[in-house]
């Protein structure tokens, strides 16, 4: 069976409710979606996902405990974030989970298209990817480490590598042996090689590289011409009935990359804050509530702060009584 897990907790509730719309909207209500919990803050979701019956919050404490203990034994310090559990790991749960061959999608990523062909990919590779995070390998590799080149070819850094926000494999990899032997190789001063800075994305990149996996990114396999953007740092995408264009061809996915959760949870509050593509958030995010979908009639201020309408009329009571003395 094939399906979509994503990773979320309720910090992250308007994005993952957002993605959910998109993929429903896109591929139907009976397109199955896994959801791994990123800590136990997970009731808004659980409530959310109670008339959602394709849609499960994994529960599989053994493999979530399994992943867990993978990265305390690699690289500690990645799970410490001011005292708290990192679990970003967690969407390594998808290797045990109930999808045969599964596509990942980060919680702040909107489906474009139908993952038909995603999918099928998956005949050919181990490992499907699509981005362009092989332009800039130094957020995934210590590139200036002389051990790097040791363990990967300049040639394989400068095209294998890529964003852990949406990828696509199959159930089963990394069964037990694999994970000991890739702990040991890390252990061993492969950690020394990757990238301080990004949790667990250079980890997972070091285990399908250092694995041999047959993958495939779909920026560079496909023509030029089939070829899209997938992150909101591109501008020039073109929006035709909620689903974005680039030169006239369909994304896949949009990816909110490097906009904070708090960002989007404001501007749901009606707090005129902007990002890029904000309205197609907000789209998706009141897909079925669009009665409540905050109608902005001002564009943010340009000092980039964010003035709710109930900060405005605070504002103006306080003008009102300055006058009156």
């Known amino acids: 069976m094939n399906g979509i ?15 959910l719309n998109s993929i429903e909207s896109v591929m139907g209500k009976t397109m199955p979606v896994c959801i791994y919990p990123f800590d136990d803050q997970c009731d808004r979701i659980r409530l959310a996902i109670r008339d959602r019956p394709s849609v499960t919050l994994y529960d599989d404490q053994d493999s979530i405990q399994r992943w867990d203990s993978f990265m305390q034994r690699i690289a500690p310090e990645r799970l410490n974030q001011k005292n708290r559990l990192y679990g970003a790991h967690r969407r390594f749960c998808a290797f045990d989970g109930p999808f045969d061959r599964f596509v990942y999608m980060d919680a702040d990523t909107l489906a474009m298209s139908p993952l038909d062909r995603v999918f099928q990919m998956l005949d050919k590779f181990d490992w499907v990817v ?31 590598v890529f964003c852990s926000g949406f990828f696509a494999a199959k159930r089963g990899l990394f069964g037990a042996e694999q994970r000991e032997t890739l702990i040991a190789q890390l252990r061993a001063g492969d950690i020394n090689i990757l990238y301080e800075g990004a949790g667990e994305q250079p980890v997972l990149n070091y285990m399908v590289m250092r694995s041999g996996l047959k993958s495939c990114n779909l920026g560079s396999y496909l023509p030029s011409e089939e070829s899209t953007g997938c992150s909101v740092t591109s501008k020039h995408f073109e929006e035709r009935n909620h ?19 708090q960002l ?11 990002f890029p593509y904000r309205n197609l958030f907000l789209y998706y995010r009141f897909l079925h509530q669009p009665q409540k979908c905050p109608v902005f009639m001002e564009p943010p201020s340009p000092d980039g702060k964010s003035y709710s309408p109930g900060f405005v009329k605070k504002v103006l009571k306080k003008l009102k009584l300055g006058q009156s003395k």
Do not use: W
């Not at 897990?5 to 993605?19: E, G, K, P, S, W």
């Not at 332009?135 to 400068?158: A, C, G, M, T």
């Not at 989007?264 to 902007?274: D, H, K, R, T």
């Open 243 to 261: 689903i974005l264009y680039d030169r006239g061809t369909r994304l896949t996915y949009l990816h909110y990359i490097g906009v904070k959760p």
């Open 264 to 274: 989007m949870e404001q501007v749901c509050l009606g707090e005129n804050v902007s």
């Open 130 to 160: 699509y981005d362009y995070q092989f332009l800039d390998p130094s957020k995934i590799y210590n590139v200036n480490s002389s051990s790097l080149y040791d363990v990967f070819s300049d040639e394989r850094i400068r095209s294998e």
């Open 5 to 19: 897990c994503t990773l979320a907790n309720d910090r992250v509730y308007d994005q993952l409710i957002a993605l």
